[in-house]
């Protein structure tokens, strides 16, 4: 099978969306297919990046309909109006993923909105949590993402010597506040558990000085940003703190944190509760009360947390990136029988 996916971003430093398509591309490759990505983003080529797929970027309008023609199957991860027109002209079989909300940040919709929900009417449509899957205004199947399993599994019983970590980009949307503000809260009930925080990002400076008014200083250990080694670092905790204040699409920072063996506490809108599934508690979004009362139950209750943590495994197992890329060839396969 020949298959075309279209990812709008793969840069050299891959990450989020672009690690989907990545982890996707090399499954599809490994099963025995042939596959070609299609980016707007610059960059390495396949040769340089040392990958068994090809990739072409800032194709013409042109090049692409000739790629789709020369394709079996033609999949967008991310829904894109630039390369979706061209590709649904050559009347091929059309997979979309939905990767995030179809609307603005206030929940209205705009009129790229609008075009993107028209379109997806002509699509196979694929959601990554019934979250997403129940804002389409289409019929869609729910797939969640797959993650970098070997990273973090490996190390799942390492022992924990630290308490709590929180790893995601320093912006307002992922509510590191919140849990210094739950941080605080714990400090008045008599708890300072150790805390590492992973990332950076335009917060650092408002995240340092909340820790100063808090008097954090003792217990907080900003990181950075990690690149490699991150599973080394998550697994010497045992709980991973997912305090986002937005409604996330997903969450694979939750699969791996159980992978490493952590227990969850995470916002409850959106995909987190699915990403986290039976490993984790979850309060409401930017309820720093609620999630203090969570992170002391799993600080002073070892036999709670370790219930959460002994049901990741099972639970893990449907995200695994072969599990996830069996699921895309068997639609693939059902797609083209039609």
């Known amino acids: ?43 390495p080529s396949a ?7 090809e990739i072409v970027r800032n194709p013409s309008g042109r090049a692409l309909s000739h790629l789709a023609k020369h394709s079996d199957v033609l999949m967008q991860n991310m829904i894109s109006l630039r390369t979706l027109m061209p590709l649904l002209l050559t009347r091929k079989p059309m997979l979309v993923t939905h990767q995030s909300w179809m609307r603005r940040n206030d929940g209205t919709l705009g009129t790229e909105n609008h075009l993107k929900r ?6 196979h449509n694929i959601a990554i949590s019934q979250s997403i899957a129940d804002s389409l205004p289409v019929k869609s199947e729910v797939i969640g993402n797959p993650f970098e399993f070997a990273e973090f599994a490996p190390l799942r019983e390492r022992p924990k010597n630290r308490d709590i970590v929180f790893m995601g980009r320093l912006v307002s949307d992922k509510g590191c506040d919140v849990l210094l503000v739950a941080l605080a ?15 950076d990002g335009p917060e650092m400076p408002k995240l340092r000085a909340l820790v100063e008014q808090f008097e954090l200083g ?8 990690v690149r490699e080694g991150r599973g080394e670092l998550v697994a010497q905790h ?52 609620v999630m203090a009362a969570h992170l002391e139950t799993l600080l002073t209750n070892d036999a709670k947390r370790k219930r959460l943590v002994d049901a990741g495994p099972a639970h893990l197992e449907r995200f695994q990136s072969s599990a996830v890329a069996a699921r895309y060839l068997a639609l693939f396969e059902q797609l083209l029988r039609k």
């Open 1 to 43: 099978m020949r298959i075309l996916l279209c990812s709008h971003w793969f840069a050299p430093s891959i990450g989020g969306v672009e690690t989907v398509s990545k982890i996707l591309a090399e499954e599809f490759t490994r099963a025995g297919h042939v596959v070609t990505i299609v980016t707007s983003t610059s960059g």
């Open 47 to 53: 040769s340089e990046m040392q990958v068994a797929y």
């Open 118 to 123: 028209l379109a997806s009417r002509f699509c």
């Open 185 to 199: 809260e714990l400090k008045t009930r008599g708890f300072t558990p150790s805390v590492t925080i992973i990332g």
């Open 218 to 225: 003792s217990q907080v250990e900003f990181k950075g940003a």
């Open 238 to 289: 045992r709980i991973m703190a997912i305090p986002s204040v937005w409604a996330e699409p997903f969450g694979i920072v939750a699969l791996e944190g159980i992978a490493s063996g952590c227990a969850i506490v995470a916002s409850n809108q959106g995909g987190l509760p699915e990403a986290g599934g039976p490993a984790g508690l979850y309060f409401p979004n930017r309820d720093a009360k």
